[in-house]
């Protein structure tokens, strides 16, 4: 997060000689050529940015706000209304909030977005929206339909993140549930989803 208010894009180009790595970024086939970033702001008034993303030929960017909305940066500008607002249901601070979604692959047809927050209780909701049928940049949070509840001990280490795979599976990051150390020893546990990378097949039933 550069900014708590800002969204910058990296931009990376290639810009000449190989060698300038150190052994750590060697490809299969050599040293991986020099690379140079640089940070170009692309809009302001955000409230605690934390995730950018975007359905597959989509222009718009989709900007997750901790706070519990999803806000669309279209053509340079920030459109003054949330595509998503869920700051009723969003408990937000520290390592908690609305962290991230993710567009069905289908989204193109479908409409189907996917959002991962903690909810007001401190534990992890993962529900499925849909954008609504006359405005392209609105959901109706009243679409909710719930995919998956994880209780969480701690406040902090919810992890968050969702993303499609290639395989077109749903995959959701879970943190070990919090304090320090994994001290439930959660990372190791198979009685509990806490601490695992999961895989669902959210086109295979209700809710998966």
């Known amino acids: 997060r550069a900014s708590m208010t800002t969204a910058f894009v990296l931009l990376a180009a290639s810009v000449g000689a190989a060698g300038c790595f150190s052994e750590r970024t060697l490809g299969p086939l050599g040293p991986l050529p020099e690379v140079t970033l640089r940070a170009v702001q692309v809009a302001s008034g955000l409230s605690n940015p934390l995730y950018l993303t975007a359905p597959a030929g989509d222009s718009r960017l989709f ?25 009723a249901k969003v408990l937000s601070g520290g390592e908690r909030g609305l962290l991230s979604i993710a567009f069905h692959p289908d989204y ?17 909701k993962i529900e499925r929206y849909t954008v609504s049928a006359t405005n392209a940049d609105a959901v109706d949070a009243a679409t909710a339909q719930h995919v998956l509840s994880v209780a969480q001990p701690y406040a902090n280490h919810n992890g968050g993140l969702v993303l499609f795979g290639a395989d077109g599976m749903f995959y959701v990051g ?27 097949d959210v086109d295979g039933g209700t809710p998966y």
């Open 63 to 87: 900007v997750v706000e901790q706070t519990g909305r999803v806000r669309i940066i279209r053509g340079g500008a920030l459109l003054a209304q949330p595509f998503l607002d869920l700051t």
């Open 108 to 124: 193109a047809t479908n409409g189907y977005l996917y959002a991962s927050y903690t909810d007001l209780a401190g534990d992890t």
């Open 174 to 200: 879970l943190g070990d549930g919090g304090s320090g150390g994994d001290p439930h020893n959660y990372g190791q546990s198979t009685s509990t989803l806490l601490g695992k990378l999961l895989r669902l």
